[in-house]
């Protein structure tokens, strides 16, 4: 257990439908992080905050997808009118900043999402 | 374009022999480089890193070598168990050229330590 937490574990909705996950990081960590795993791949970058700031976004992250953290604590992420090309593994990870050096991300433990 | 590759997506190892776990990448400007571990239904869990101002990186039974003009790390597990027995992603990350840890994962390789 990394000390970040994810909800739900697993999503299953039909096409069309909207869902929404939750990310709970470390208490202490003020970066936060959005990737998306799908079978045989890495995680790929979705979109990062510090703070309540979201500050990138990648052109993956569709007109469909939107993300908020807006106490600078918790994270959601929303897809609206999902796609069967949504299906994939959500991953929030989190991590702070100690003295200007690299940390490593700690990760959740993800949302799985099918849509059928 | 794929810019941190691992050519093997799946390794298999005899319990206590050596687990070698290649990875090479395409973008020089990538300062610092990360191994994470992934076990089934869990998220991926930080194992070691290193530097590309160092060559190698050492933590228990882990190291981690890098080298630069060929664009290749490698992980080695000296001795390899079956606890071992995960997905290993190698990772690239712009370090302090970006204003935050921006890290290109690769598609990891399945490593099974055999009993």
């Known amino acids: 257990d990394t000390g970040v937490s994810q909800d739900p574990r697993h999503k299953i909705t039909k096409r069309g439908q909207n869902v929404t996950f939750r990310c709970d990081p470390i208490s202490e960590h003020n970066r936060l992080y959005w990737y998306r795993q799908t079978l045989g791949q890495g995680p790929e970058f979705l979109t990062y905050f510090q703070n309540e700031a979201q500050l990138e976004k990648s052109r993956l992250l569709s007109d469909r997808f939107s993300a908020e953290r807006p106490k600078g604590s918790f994270s959601t992420l929303e897809i609206q009118r999902t796609e069967q090309g949504d299906s994939a593994m959500y991953l929030c990870?989190?991590?702070?900043?100690?003295?200007?050096?690299?940390?490593?991300?700690?990760f959740g433990p993800g949302t799985r999402l099918t849509v059928l | 374009d794929q810019q941190v590759k691992q050519n093997s997506p799946s390794l298999s190892v005899q319990e206590g022999r050596i687990s070698i776990l290649n990875c090479d990448y395409t973008n020089s400007m990538f300062d610092y480089f990360l191994w994470y571990k992934k076990y089934p239904a869990e998220g991926p869990t930080f194992l070691i890193s290193?530097?590309?101002?160092?060559d190698k990186n050492e933590d228990g039974r882990f190291t981690v070598f890098l080298n630069k003009s060929a664009k290749h790390l490698s992980l080695h597990i000296v001795p390899s168990q079956p606890g071992d027995s995960a997905v290993y992603f190698c990772a690239a990350s712009l370090g302090r050229k970006t204003s935050y840890d921006k890290v290109i994962f690769g598609p990891g390789t399945s490593l099974s330590v055999i009993p």
């Open positions: 290193i530097s590309s101002i160092k």
């Open positions: 990870a989190t991590n702070g900043v100690a003295g200007g050096t690299y940390n490593e991300q700690f």
